[in-house]
């Protein structure tokens, strides 16, 4: 009987917890351990080893946390404001220069001065 009602309690916590909107960051070193431990964990578990996947888990999160932490927040200050530091800052370059087109010259047409009529009478 106990067995039974911690099964339907813990599928209802789990349905509630995935019913619970989280606003989206891209640099959460939590969310990478989660999703980088279980990876790690089905890799490890599929080499078939004793501790496979313990130690897939823990390298996974290891590294999914260390990723996640490196990348800055998406709506970071890279985004909207941002200033450089003092002293380093980035120059464009100098904006192209454009030159007219060279004028074309063109020659007069040809005259033809045709056989001049006479009339005599």
Do not use: C, Q, W
Not at 49 to 62: E, M
């Amino acid at each position: 009987m106990l067995k039974k009602s911690l099964v339907i309690a813990v599928a209802a916590a789990g349905l509630g917890a995935a019913t619970l909107s989280t606003p989206a960051s891209a640099g959460d070193p939590l969310a990478g351990a989660l999703i980088g431990g279980g990876i790690g964990a089905a890799i490890g578990h599929s080499t078939g080893s004793r501790n496979g996947a313990a130690v897939g888990g823990v390298l996974g999160a290891i590294v999914g946390s260390s990723i996640a932490a490196d990348s800055g927040p998406y709506y970071g200050s890279r985004y909207y404001g941002y200033r450089p530091p003092v002293g380093r800052y980035y120059v464009p370059p100098p904006a192209p220069v454009y030159y007219p087109p060279a004028p074309v010259y063109y020659e007069p047409a040809p005259v033809y001065y045709g056989p001049s009529v006479v009339f005599e009478s």
